[in-house]
């Protein structure tokens, strides 16, 4: 259970710095889209991992909890790299913040 | 012998300059780069040769006078060079082969091990 | 900075071809190592159920009584109870003795139980030997084997810094994993897994150079204490604290109970559990109890200990997890390296990491011989070279992990009390490589990677079946199931195995799929860079 909870936090936070990126934003949201909300998916990016490695340091305990943050960040990492090299339009459901940039190009 | 310390003085001086200069001396590793591209003459096996077996007796050294000077008992200095060996090795390999030529390093390499010998015939006395 | 990433990216490309190979038997091996002591157990299926430690006194004053039956006037006895996963899952009792002439004498007993001797299994080497090939490469000496791995190590570490000064968006391209596009696909690729598992990467290969250091690195301990006929026994004690062992007094003192010394053992370290015993001289007035914990309680590689007098019961010292000292900092990093610690659920992250790893160094190989390929323009040697690289990396990529399988194939069929089965079981596995690496050579690339990958999906498949041919020990009766506890141990290997075999299966659809299409194109290169990305 503490794993899905770290994993849980841990892939909407690359998924969210993924978006942060334009060239994957073009990716996901399709190519009309104009670069936004960058900053907001960076500080929401930023954020999940933050709670993610807290997490792992509260249910884990220091030293296995670190060692547990590195395969956590690694697993969910490869799994939003997946996503968005197979599937890139689903990477918005990863993030807990699923909405477009502009509602035109949601469409 | 008074030149050694003036040559190694002078040596120090221009290393940083040197350091520059052969990273920014293209002609030959942009030979070698487009020798490999030709794939003419692939492999620096000089620069291995120097990496792996002078590389390995600098590293020993360096690491063991390094350590030698520290103000700890002689076997946490011994572990302590154990830890920092792998460490200091793959670094002067990696200084191996950023180097323009080849020659160079072997220089560098045998001044790097000559300094950390006299260091340790210095801290450690004649052991053998 | 043009010049020094170019310098870099060359030497990457050299130290990362000249080591590739060892490098990727490393990874693969030493990641199936994982799981040493599941295989061990998967591969001796004529074994009992693993014992059950309830009461750690009373299995300690077993095993003592079997050593004392055994090895009357032994100087040291030890006994390690199978709390924790680095052992076989039964007591296992160990004596010292020397015989008149001198000669030191070693005994080594596996109890069930009830005190009752282990049964026999058949000869084989298990999954220790699997594991150990990863830094002692079986067939050659293990101090060679540790100098050919500490140099990989070293290699190593030199590509993984190279590397990361070549990578030129380390950070902007963290997320670009672009398919289907011939060699930009696989520079992607090899990126994405090197980048992902960075943290692990460094982690395994300093660590790996740390626990090859007594041998690799020799020469540390002369020049910090030259060379002479003391300095092995004062390097033994000024720097890993082994000190010759005390003389008897011959004057005899009947053993302590060890029961009460056990209990004083969780007073003082509470978090600990008791997993070996160590009685130096026993019945001897200079007589010692030490009594140790496991190493994989915990990160460090280092167990806690309290060590008693052997005749009072008095502590003499203790000992706790702690990073007091530099040598703690090298057990830090080589128990993340063995990874003993890891539950369940780690160990799988582990095991991804380390597949990642071979997954790196293998993208790595493909791609510099597709580089390769586009450079080469009417240079009949070089392309010949070339030709010879590309055709060995099949057999070697996709042949090791079917000689990987084809070790627990020889595991179940090679028949039992043929002599040497153990070194047989081995040479299956090398054999197997060995001729695959053959049909690698022999085969156009394309057609080989395809037949070899497909071959690995089915021979990874195959095993659970196989295994429910050949024992009663199989997913039908190891999985946990409602009802009953089966042997998750056991039904892991399994378990992997399918899923090794699904990640072949998959790997091969692709390779065959492109195979189709360069069928169609009439004979381009594997790989040209003009293939259209899938429909999305």
Known sequence: MSWIIALALAIPGFAALCLSVPKHQRQVFGSSAKANRIRTYRITGAAFISLASLWCVVAFGWSYGLVVLFGVLTLAAVLVILMLALRPSYVRYLCWMPYAPTNKDHG | ?????????????????????????????????????????????????????????????????????????????????????????????????????????????????????????LTKGLLF | MQTLRQSMSWMHTWTGLLFGWVLYFMFLTGTAGYYDAEMDRWMRPEHPAPVEVTDPAAFVSMGLDHAAAAAPDATEYRVFLPIARTTTPFVRVFTTSQSEDGEIVRGRYELLADGSPLPAARDTGGGQTLYRMHWTFHYIPAVIGEFIAGLAAVFMLAAIISGIITHKKIFSDFFTLRLAKGQRSWLDSHNVVSVMTLPYQIMITFSGILLVMTTFFLPIFIVHYGYNENTQNTVLEEVFGITDPVERTGENVALIDIAPLIARYEELLPDERVYIVTITNPGDSTSTVQLSGTIADGVLREPASVKFDGVTGEVLTVSRRKITNTMGVINLLEGLHEGLFAGPVLRIGFVISGLMGGGMIATGLVLWTKKRRQKLR??????????????LNVGVIAGLPIAIAALFYANRLVPVGIEGRAEWEVNVMFLTWLALIVHGLARKPQSAWLEQLSAAAAVFAFIPMLNALTTDKHLGSTLPLPGRPGDPDLAVIDLWFLVIGAGFAYVATIAA???????????AIEGAASEPAPAE
């Open chain 2, 1 to 121: 012998m008074p030149h050694l310390p003036i040559a190694f003085k002078s040596y120090l001086h221009n290393l940083a300059a040197d350091w520059r200069a052969g990273l920014a001396d293209k002609s030959q590793s942009q030979k070698t780069m487009e020798s490999a591209k030709k794939g003419g003459k692939p492999a620096p096996w000089a620069r291995l040769v120097i990496a792996v077996f002078l590389g390995y007796l600098a590293a020993t050294l360096a690491t063991g006078a390094l350590t030698s000077l520290l103000p700890i008992q002689r076997g946490e200095q011994t572990v302590l060079s154990l830890l920092l060996v792998g460490l200091v090795y793959a670094a002067l390999f990696v200084y191996v082969f950023a180097l323009s030529g080849w020659s160079r390093a072997l220089r560098d390499l045998c001044i790097l091990c000559a300094v950390s010998g006299g260091v340790l015939v």
């Open chain 3, 378 to 391: 009417g240079d009949d040697k070089a392309e010949r070279n070339l030709i010879i690289i590309e055709r």
């Open chain 3, 513 to 523: 799929r492109k195979s189709g299409k360069i069928n169609k194109k009439g004979g």
